[in-house]
């Protein structure tokens, strides 16, 4: 098993809350290794908030969900590494 996705497995409170994003239809298609690695890097609270976030926008008008998610995450993680 990939060590992201087992590190996200192996968070509860994560793990139930991605499975959430899917089965409400915020995401299409499962996070790809990528997206799974930037949650990975996050901590879990700021990886959780970001994911709220992004559950709470109206995706109606966005192109690419997938997308927006990534930028979104992207924007954390270079919050993290400014500090």
Do not use: C
Request: glycine share 8%; charged share 25%.
């Amino acid at each position: 098993m990939a060590p992201r996705l087992k590190y996200i497995q192996s968070n509860p409170l994560l793990f139930l809350f991605l499975q959430n994003l899917h089965s409400q239809g915020h995401v299409d298609e499962p996070l790809d290794g990528g997206m799974l690695g930037m949650l990975h890097d996050l901590p879990e609270g700021m990886a959780i908030e970001a994911l709220q976030r992004f559950s709470s926008i109206d995706k109606k008008a966005m192109r690419s969900k997938k997308a927006y998610l990534v930028g979104l995450l992207r924007r954390e993680l270079a919050g993290i590494n400014r500090r």
